[in-house]
Each structure stands twice: as C-alpha cells, then as structure tokens.
C-alpha cells in the first residue's frame, strides 16, 4: 500500500493551515513534504505505465468548485468601503504578466518536447514561477488587511492563499521534472503537467479579476 494518499492529505492540511493564516516561517515544511511527496509519486509510477485522465478532470472539476466559491464569496462579501488586499495596477498586475509569460514557455516546453533544448524553456518557467511566488510573498508583507479583518478579506485571502498553494505545487513538478528529464517523465506526465500550469495561469487571471479589479 502506497502511503502517497497520506502524505497528500497531511499536506493540504497544512497547506490551508498555513496560507489561509500567511504563516510563511511554516513555508520550509510545507516544501519538504512535496518533495518527499513527489518522490513517492515517481517511485511508483515510473516503474510502470499508469494513465488518470479521468482522475485530473476529476481533480480540474473540483478545483474549479472551490475557486468557484472562494470567488463568488469574494463578489457576495464586497462593499464599495472596503479596501483591496493591494492596488490592482502594483503586484498583482506584474504578476499576471509573470504568470502569462510562463504559460507561453511551458507550452513552447510541450511542443519542442523531443528537442534536445527543450529543457530551456521548462528551466525559464520555473524561474517565471518562483518570480511569481516572491511577488506574492512580498505583496503579503505589505497589506495593511488580515484573515479576522471582514468576511470579503478573508475569502480573498484564501483565495490568494489557494492560488499560491497552487502554484507552489506546480512549481515543485517543474522543478521535478526539470531534474529527471522529460524522457523518463515520460511525455503523458509531461502534457498533464503542462496542463496543470496552465490551470493555475488561467485562474490567476479570475483571481486578479475579482479580488483586485472588481
């Protein structure tokens, strides 16, 4: 029996516990248990030929009814008194620029994908996303707001917080895979990794939209 299941759950638990709150001194932890994660994940995957397309729909389905929800309460709990988590044209609009970028090389990754170069490519979108992850940390420093404040600063705050989990997750795979190689990734790991990064681009975009914009 794997215990990949179990160390999934520990870290989600910790995760929600740790970036709902911004307690970021936990953020080593956190990092430690994906790596130990993925690990498991390679070890018992990599020696057979496994396919769980229906099971990323699955997990896509219910990703996009917690963001779904986090975003409505966003839009339900919002008055026009309320101060933003940050301005809209500072951080986060750098960010969706950072996000988009990493989308155009983690696809340009995906195409080249039996290039001998490809790896370029994967190696500028991990730097893409740890530029993204040191913005939002720095942006986190900076707002004046926090999770007891009001209802609407709490659900953006978890809002960002999820996307930043999201993020930290894909981050953690790229590098992954960066380090094994593509070819012994295999290329369904690969496509389903590429489209998990562009999942979390795309969101950000909803996240920008509602929590900062509107």
Not at 163 to 180: A, K, P, Q
Request: some cysteine.
């Amino acid at each position: 029996m794997s215990v990949f299941p179990l160390l999934n759950s520990i870290f989600v638990g910790l995760v929600v516990l740790t970036l709902f709150t911004w307690k970021i001194w936990m953020l080593g932890l956190l990092i430690f248990i994906s790596v130990v994660s993925i690990s498991i994940y390679l070890y018992d995957t990599l020696i057979g030929v496994y396919h769980y397309e229906s099971a990323f729909w699955l997990f896509v389905f219910s990703e996009i009814m917690v963001f779904g929800s986090l975003l409505f309460c966003c839009l339900y709990f919002d008055t026009f008194y309320y101060i933003n988590l940050s301005s809209s044209l500072e951080i986060p609009f750098v960010g969706c620029f950072v996000l988009l970028g990493s989308s155009i090389t983690v696809t340009a990754f995906h195409h080249l994908l039996n290039w001998y170069y490809s790896s370029v490519f994967l190696a500028v979108t991990v730097i893409l996303g740890l530029s993204f992850v040191v913005l939002q940390i720095c942006e986190m420093d900076d707002i004046l707001v926090n999770l007891f404040d009001t209802s609407f600063h709490a659900s953006s705050l978890c809002t960002v917080g999820l996307h930043f989990s999201h993020v930290l997750l894909g981050i953690i795979g790229l590098i992954s895979l960066l380090l094994v190689g593509s070819d012994k990734f295999g290329e369904y790991r690969c496509t389903v990794l590429t489209w998990y990064w562009h999942f979390v681009d795309y969101i950000w975009l909803l996240v920008y939209t509602i929590v900062y914009v509107c």
